[in-house]
């Protein structure tokens, strides 16, 4: 259900104040102690920013994709950590109750997850299955009303601070492929887990990643998502997920885009060299132009996609075509921002080779770039056929 027109702004507005009056701020910060200062979660949890995309009656905001980029697009507005704190509960880590859960699991975790009060993470991801998802090793055996979960999962995003895991694995051991995958809620207290080190990063100080151990860790069969009929049909829950997370991770794309872009322009406009703004210089106007032509066309491509999901379409190939164009989008626009700032984009001091390495994850997290290229042209060929 989308929220009303007044109601829906005014988010907008508050987002929108929050980024530029109490984010910004904290990026140096955040990104030299590695850590969110726990005030600002209790200021996103007030916001209502957990529960987002969770709907109105779990008691989050209940919006919908179009809104959803809305808020995404501003996020963006600020060092990706902060997004990604927030970004596991409206994502990866909920909508596989939301999408498949049975009514149980969905009065049971959501509310938790749209106050913010837990956090979820999703572990699909092993040490030998990253692409190539449906290979996962991870195994759940099955003894009397429970399953037994073993294996390792790898680069798992808000593992350390997480309540609950969207655990994917194996419960028909003679399988081989995506089929025999089940999607397990793991509470993240169960007996048997155990993290790894967090994750030394390129980027994105302040979010952490790391390895999930379970060791024959216990689980009812009743916390399958979507419970004894959707056994086996794990990969598939997995794969709508991604769909929906891709475009939200492609708003976010655009966002940061838009935030690099006006730090250009007015270091452009007020750095003079030669006598003059560099800004009156053409060949910097071509890199600023670049970059506003490139991040409107995936501002464009993500608002029509969002439309049409909410309308009930099928994305999954359009998803496919935002994630990889707007992640890719965002590197060069980095890339250009480094080069218009000249040395200052260089030093750490201006926050822009913060973000060149940050940009640096959307072209790889949620399926990279080549996948997403997999994954447009086997539905282009499979929709001629
Ligand atoms: N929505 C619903 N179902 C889907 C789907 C989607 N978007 N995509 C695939 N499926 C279904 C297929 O229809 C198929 O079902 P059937 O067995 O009934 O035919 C099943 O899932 C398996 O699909 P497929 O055969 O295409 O799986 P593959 O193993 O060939 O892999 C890719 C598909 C490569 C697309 C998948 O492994 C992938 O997305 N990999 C990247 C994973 C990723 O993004 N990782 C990032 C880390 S998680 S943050």
């Not at 529960?51 to 209940?62: A, F, V």
């Not at 051991?173 to 048997?192: H, I, K, M, Q």
Request: proline share 3%; glycine share 10%; hydrophobic share 40%.
């Amino acid at each position: 259900m989308a929220l009303d027109q007044d109601v829906f702004d005014l988010l907008l507005d508050t987002v929108a104040r929050f980024v530029a009056e109490r984010l910004r701020p904290l990026e140096d910060e955040v990104a030299e102690t590695d850590q969110v200062p726990a005030g600002i979660m209790d200021e996103m949890r007030n916001l209502g920013l957990f529960g987002l995309s969770i709907p109105q009656d779990y008691g989050g905001l209940g919006l919908n994709m179009a809104e959803e980029v809305q808020v995404a697009f501003r996020l963006g507005g600020t060092s990706p950590a902060f997004r990604s704190l927030i970004g596991t509960n409206n994502g990866i880590g909920s909508q596989g109750i939301v999408i498949d859960g049975t009514e149980e699991q969905r009065r049971s975790w959501l509310p938790r997850l749209a106050s913010g009060e837990i956090i979820g993470s999703f572990c699909l991801t092993e040490p030998e299955a990253g692409s190539d998802a449906g290979s996962l090793r991870t195994i759940a055996r099955r003894e009397g009303d429970d399953y037994l979960i073993r294996g390792t999962k790898r680069f798992i995003t808000n593992a350390p601070e997480a309540g609950l895991f969207t655990v994917f694995a194996r419960s028909d051991l003679d399988s081989r492929d995506a089929r025999g995958v089940s999607a397990f809620l793991v509470e993240a207290t169960a007996p048997g887990i155990t993290l790894g080190a967090n994750d030394r990063k390129m980027g994105q100080k302040g979010t952490h990643t790391c390895d999930v151990n379970f060791d024959d860790v216990r689980v009812p069969a009743a916390n399958i998502i979507g419970g004894a009929a959707r056994l086996g049909q794990g990969f598939k829950t997995a794969m709508k997920v991604l769909d929906r997370g891709r475009l939200h991770i492609s708003a976010v794309c655009v966002g940061v885009a838009e935030r690099l872009i006006a730090d250009s322009l007015r270091y452009a406009m007020e750095r003079r060299q030669f006598g003059q703004p560099i800004a009156e210089f053409q060949l910097v106007q071509a890199m600023l132009a670049d970059m506003k032509t490139e991040a409107y066309a995936a501002r464009c491509m993500v608002e029509e996609t969002a439309r049409r999901k909410d309308r009930g379409a099928e994305v999954s190939t359009e998803a496919a075509c935002c994630k990889m164009f707007a992640s890719e989008m965002v590197g060069r626009v980095a890339d250009r921002a480094v080069q218009i700032h000249g040395g200052a984009g260089y030093v750490a001091d201006f926050g822009i080779e913060r973000f060149y390495r940050d940009v640096r994850l959307f072209r790889i997290y949620e399926g990279t770039t080549q996948i997403q290229q997999l994954v447009i042209a086997r539905n282009m060929i499979r929709n001629a056929r």
